[in-house]
Every structure is written in structure tokens, then in C-alpha cells.
């Protein structure tokens, strides 16, 4: 019976070569504060990600999103418009998030952390919580 509650339990979580991702969400729309998540970890199959909205017009999206991705990094090595950072990075300017917006795509724990000057504070936080 032991042996089967461990192989559930282990089961359940990460596997050591999942990839860690930061996930926080802070925007604005309309100028008010629209969504804020605590700051946590989640586990990719690929990619971390990170959004940075930013428009000309202060009633539009603004902030970034980060966290885990499965879909919008697929293309970055065969589309045209992304270009890889000092940092690493892989991002494309995209009008989907706003007029200076533009996403992020990396490979390694917690490279979504980094970035913006307003992603490294939480990247930061967060790294100090978890060791």
C-alpha cells in the first residue's frame, strides 16, 4: 500500500526537468487597477513568457503579465519579428499589447523574471521566498 500512495504522490509533482516559470499580473485599464495576482511559480513545458503592454493611450492596457506558455513562443524560430536579447530573450513588438507592447519568450527557471525594470522586483521577491 505504501509503495502505491508514494508513486501518487509523486506523481503529482513537477518533474525536475519541468521548466519554472514566474507568474504575476499586473495592468491597468481605464487608468484603474485591473488585475493583480499573487506572485507564485508554475511549471512550462516549454517556455516562460512575458508581456509587457504598452500604449500611447493611457486608457488602453498597461503593465505586464508573466507566467507559463504553451502556444504564443511556438513560432519565435520560424516567423518572422522576433529578435533575441542580451538577456536571452526572445521577443516580438506586437500590437495585440498596445502601441509600444511586446512579448517575451524564454528557456530557462525563472527568465521571465527578468526584463523590464518592472519585472526584475518581483522576480527578485520571488526568489528570495523560495529559497
Not at 521548466?19 to 507564485?40: A, G
Not at 504598452?54 to 520560424?78: A, F
Not at 506586437?94 to 521571465?112: L, M, P, S
Amino acid at each position: 500500500m505504501l509503495p502505491v500512495f508514494l508513486s501518487l504522490f509523486f506523481s503529482f509533482l513537477p518533474s525536475s526537468d519541468s521548466l519554472q516559470c514566474i507568474i504575476n499580473h499586473e495592468f491597468t485599464v481605464d487608468r484603474t487597477k485591473d488585475i493583480s495576482m499573487v506572485k507564485s511559480t508554475c511549471y512550462a513545458a516549454k517556455y516562460c513568457i512575458a508581456v509587457h503592454y504598452e500604449d500611447k493611450n493611457p486608457m488602453k492596457k498597461q503593465g505586464y503579465s508573466v507566467g507559463c506558455d504553451k502556444t504564443d513562443c511556438n513560432d519565435m524560430h520560424t516567423q518572422s519579428g522576433w529578435e533575441k536579447q542580451e538577456n536571452g530573450h526572445i521577443c516580438k513588438k506586437h500590437r495585440d499589447y498596445g502601441t509600444a507592447g511586446e512579448i517575451c519568450c524564454c528557456t530557462k527557471d525563472f527568465c521571465n523574471g527578468v526584463g523590464t525594470a518592472d519585472m526584475v522586483l518581483p522576480a527578485v521577491a520571488i526568489l528570495l521566498i523560495t529559497v
